[in-house]
């Protein structure tokens, strides 16, 4: 082979593009009836959407603070999930203590066999959500055994149910808005870029943001907030525009309720 056609191939080989980049591989077992369900159906949509917080950790890795703003994100995110959860407990050891006065009944509860699903993410982040849906599908279990030994009514059974998956709706709701300014419109159609929502908080200067959260759990990240009070929000700025809206339309009305005034003395002075 002459050596002009050796340098051609070598070039070739060097400008190859790669085509993968290095995946994790998580195992888990889900053993209650909700879960093995929910995740069943809806692990390719939970990576798809907490995806985009491990890429962006991967895009601010060159900047330090960014890079702790959203590590810090991601903490708070968890804190209000297993905060909810500690509620969702209080109530399932109410029944506990409503019913300690029953004879328990030694049984066997015959489940099915667990799902075992296989995470192939791309970023150690994900163990963060993992170890939620783990404690979820631990306590959905413990409330299953009460239920099974007659000490808990299907109405409360569902209850509790149907709180755990308000915790994992709210939960990645809080993702959804808080990469939001990732989306841009191509050809009439919204499009996700990782990139996109780097730009907005490497360039335009934002924080990854708690976006409308209740009343009850602004608490939980008054903290999170003031630490990055220096970076700009776009829910202070959603809530100034807001406040200057309702004023110039309360001042609107207030003229239009004068000029009223002034004509209703008119009539009556003719």
Request: glycine residues 2%; charged residues 30%; aromatic residues 8%.
């Amino acid at each position: 082979m002459s050596q002009n056609k050796k340098a051609v191939n070598n070039k070739a080989a060097m400008s190859k593009p790669v085509s993968e980049t290095t995946r994790i591989k998580y195992e888990s077992l889900m053993k209650s009836d909700f879960m093995r369900e929910y995740i069943g159906k809806n692990i390719g949509s939970l990576i798809m959407l907490y995806g985009r917080l491990g890429a962006l950790l991967r895009l601010v890795d060159s900047d330090m603070r960014l890079s702790s703003m959203v590590e810090d994100w991601i903490s708070y995110n968890e804190k209000i999930s297993y905060h909810q959860l500690s509620e969702t407990r209080v109530q399932l050891e109410q029944i506990q203590m409503q019913a300690f006065d029953m004879v328990e009944i030694e049984m066997q509860i015959d489940r099915p066999e667990p799902l075992k699903s296989v995470w192939k993410v791309n970023h150690s982040s994900f163990t963060s959500l993992i170890r939620l849906m783990l404690t979820l599908d631990k306590f959905l279990m413990e409330s299953e055994d009460v239920y099974f030994k007659g000490m808990m009514s299907d109405v409360q059974m569902r209850q509790l149910t149907l709180q755990v998956q308000n915790i994992i709706s709210s939960y990645l709701e809080r993702i959804l808005k808080a990469t939001s300014p990732g989306r841009r419109i191509v050809n009439d159609d919204y499009k996700y870029s990782n990139r996109e929502l780097a730009k907005h908080i490497k360039d335009a200067g934002y924080r990854l943001e708690f976006h409308t959260l209740p009343k009850e759990l602004e608490s939980l990240v008054a903290e999170y907030n003031e630490r990055y009070s220096r970076y700009k929000s776009l829910e202070s700025e959603r809530k100034a525009k807001a406040k200057q809206k309702q004023v110039a339309k309360e001042a609107k009305e207030a003229k239009v309720a004068k000029v009223a005034k002034v004509e209703d003395v008119t009539e009556k002075a003719d």
